[in-house]
């Protein structure tokens, strides 16, 4: 009965590999996010999706693609990947906020990408 | 822009001691905010928010914050420490972003706890 749910945990890869990380929540929420925490636990918002529709990209590469296939799915592609994309990514959803009072995010537990 | 200042990366507190976790927003506008609780290796949990209302405001875990506005502060406080506080704490303020609202966190402050 996990709320947000993200595959795989842990991810160990090679430089210039191709990889996806996974995220679920079965909360019905509309807007779903991905977030990046560095090794010194800083975390930025990188993407958001409201029902499928992209509506936050942050200043990311373009070698990071979010895909969000329906409303309880988003999912996070990176190619070629590099050194400096190791780092704990996090999948969170929400109910729709738009410009209306703050929704409360919940957190999936984290995906840790190392890269070698 | 409104962001958050968390003053100190780590706070050490004896188990039973008063926890005071400081951050200081700036926001042109009233702001919304936050405070999360990581613990190790897990995701992000919300610990307590405020948006209007009372000032004082109680969260989960004995935890409460304080929105102070002349002093543009929000710092959390628990009147006892307990060892299973130990974690990585957030705040966070709300950011306005082309209509949709974003989260902007501080840097984290790690609470350890002794016996």
């Known amino acids: 009965d996990t709320a947000v749910s993200q595959t795989p945990k842990y991810l160990v890869t090679q430089m210039g590999n191709d990889k996806s990380i996974k995220c679920e929540q079965n909360?019905?929420?509309?807007?779903m996010y991905w977030y990046k925490q560095d090794s010194k636990k800083f975390l930025k918002i990188m993407f958001s999706y409201n029902n499928k529709e992209l509506i936050i990209n942050e200043t990311v590469p373009n070698r990071f693609s979010p895909k969000s296939p329906d409303k309880a799915h988003l999912n996070l592609h990176i190619n070629s990947l590099e050194l400096g994309d190791s780092a704990v990514y996090f999948c969170a959803s929400s109910p729709y906020s738009g410009t209306q009072a703050y929704n409360e995010q919940f957190f999936g537990p984290g995906t840790r990408l190392t890269v070698l | 822009a409104q962001s958050v200042t968390q003053l100190g990366s780590h706070v050490s507190v004896s188990e039973g001691a008063l926890v005071l976790l400081r951050c200081n927003y700036s926001s042109s506008v009233p702001p919304y905010l936050f405070w999360y609780v990581q613990y190790p290796n897990q995701g992000l949990q919300l610990l307590l928010k405020?948006?209007?209302?009372?000032?004082l405001v109680k969260g989960i875990n004995g935890f409460e914050a304080e929105f102070k506005k002349s002093e543009t502060s929000f710092h959390l406080t628990k009147p006892s420490a307990h060892m299973s506080d130990a974690a990585e704490y957030f705040c966070?303020?709300?950011?306005?972003?082309?209509?949709?609202?974003?989260?902007?966190f501080g840097t984290g402050t790690r609470l350890l706890v002794s016996p």
């Open positions: 909360l019905g929420h509309d807007t």
């Open positions: 966070a303020v709300i950011l306005m972003n082309t209509g949709f609202q974003k989260l902007v």
């Open positions: 405020y948006t209007t209302g009372a000032t």
